[in-house]
């Protein structure tokens, strides 16, 4: 089974900040990597998917980037809106798997 | 719009059944592959298991493979989640998730564009 590991698992930070949060595989992925945002109570929502391509009607201010085994999602300007938790996941081979989650907290 | 609507969670002791639904509108339905995914309380995603567009295919998360059945209704746009035999283990969050597939420089990628709001499975005594 492919591992994702994700950090950091929590961060604190202001409105206007830049976060960057990262997504390490335990083998290649091929690019098979995408990320979502989960608020509590709210089902996940898909902001990247294949590492980099921007989900329709996600604000441009999330980019992802990676290859191979590593992979960043990018939030330029934090937003009230965007303090939730960041999840990554492999969609390679199954079993399909998922990081531990990244919550972004207001600082 | 698209909408998955799951349903069919409650509290249940060691051992016992439960079927989860996931009714899914808004989309041809049985043309897309779906998902189970569930969350612990507390704990991050995981996958659970994958059903084919037609359902002739199905896998499954080592953790609940023989205890787990996933099926689907294309004629009643339903997906369903069998669970036999439940842990405490198993208490989390169920939700049903909708796979798309892209192709990208002649690869193609698949992710989870539709979730469902979920529902919540309590395995205790």
């Known amino acids: 089974d492919i591992q994702m590991t994700q950090s950091p698992s929590s961060l604190s930070a202001s409105v206007g900040d830049r976060v960057t949060i990262t997504c390490r595989a335990s083998?290649?992925?091929?690019?098979?990597l995408n990320w979502y945002q989960q608020r509590p109570g709210k089902a996940p929502k898909l902001l990247i998917y294949?590492?980099?391509s921007l989900q329709s009607g996600v604000p441009s201010r999330f980019s992802g980037s990676g290859s191979g085994t590593d992979f960043t999602l990018t939030i330029t300007s934090l937003q009230p809106e965007d303090f939730a938790t960041y999840s990554c996941q492999q969609t390679n081979s199954i079993p399909l798997t998922f990081g531990g989650g990244t919550k972004v907290e207001i600082k | 719009q698209v909408q998955l609507v799951e349903s069919g969670g409650g509290v249940v002791q060691p051992g016992r059944s439960l079927r989860l639904s996931c009714a899914a509108s808004g989309f041809t339905f049985s043309t897309y592959p779906m998902h189970w995914v569930r969350q612990a309380p507390g704990k991050g995603l995981e996958w659970v298991t994958l059903?084919?567009?037609?359902?002739?295919?199905?896998y499954y998360a080592d953790s609940v493979k023989g205890r787990f059945t996933i099926s689907r209704d294309n004629s009643k746009n339903t997906l369903y989640l069998q669970m036999n035999s439940l842990r405490p283990e198993d208490t989390a969050v169920y939700h049903c998730a909708r796979e798309t597939t892209v192709t990208l420089k002649t690869s193609h990628h698949s992710h989870f564009d539709y979730w469902g709001q979920g529902t919540l499975v309590t395995v205790s005594s």
């Open positions: 083998q290649s992925i091929n690019g098979h």
């Open positions: 294949a590492a980099s």
């Open positions: 059903i084919s567009f037609d359902g002739s295919n199905q």
